[in-house]
């Protein structure tokens, strides 16, 4: 009896948290998918019956009007530079803090205050550091003696894409720093010590024993950065709303101008569906790179 009620027990503390997941997570999920079956504008009530078009929905996402397909390759674009460039930046940052540093909390502090910032107002500051008449880069570059007034960062194709994630950078590094710098810190000092006597090096006992250490914190900075890069959307709806030419535009923009503008709430919802889809295929993915092997070599 007194095991029963245990579970009971946990099971009422455990219920609003399973109520809450499944109200704030699981049912948008399920409705999302339901409602990208159906052509349907939002407005009116649907009609099950008539507004049936299977998938239909997710077939029109890659024809010419919308794009999809371009969207999300400018998506894959972000991730491979928040994985290639991003991460290994705010790696080095972490390992050079972890070493005790004179001012360590100070500079902790600074690369975070981006990721506090209202990404609304980063959005801005960078449209006016851009800005070719007055902003900060062109000033810099006239300095300098080039006449950077023809070069146009937001509103070039060949360059706004990395225009755009320059800003990403300067936001989100603080963050991945500061989630590698807790591993970094986590490391036993003994190990250090013991790699420091055999006769390596600072790098090599970064390479050899810290990042080994902390593998399941960079698996985790990855998926992260991975799945936030293709669920990307305020920064770039702030400096470009997608332009110019759609050479920016990423899938959740091409949603939000379906759901609110175009008002086709099944095209938009299969977009929703997709990236859903995408994100977990992508953190179960890398999981699977990360996966850790025994000292047998077995998984």
Known sequence: MKQK??????FLFLLPALLLFVGLLIAPIIMSIYYSLFDWNGLRALDPSNDFVGLKNYATLFNQRIQFGSALKNAFILAGLSVFLQLPFSLALALALG???KGERAFLSIYFLPVLISTVVIGQLWLKIYNPEYGILHTFLRALGYDGEN???LGDQSIALGSVFVPTLWQYVGYHMLLLYAGVKGVSPELREAAKLDGC???QVNWNVVIPTIKPIIKVSVIFAVTGSL???DLIYVL???????ATEVPSIIMINQLFKANQYGIGSAIAVLLIILCFFFAILIGFIFKERDIYGKK
């Open 240 to 246: 470009t709303n997608g332009g110019p030419m759609k």
């Open 231 to 233: 669920k990307s959307f």
């Open 99 to 101: 070493k005790k540093i």
């Open 5 to 10: 009620q245990k579970y009971i027990a946990i």
């Open 201 to 203: 090096t600072d790098w």
């Open 151 to 153: 070069i146009r960062w």
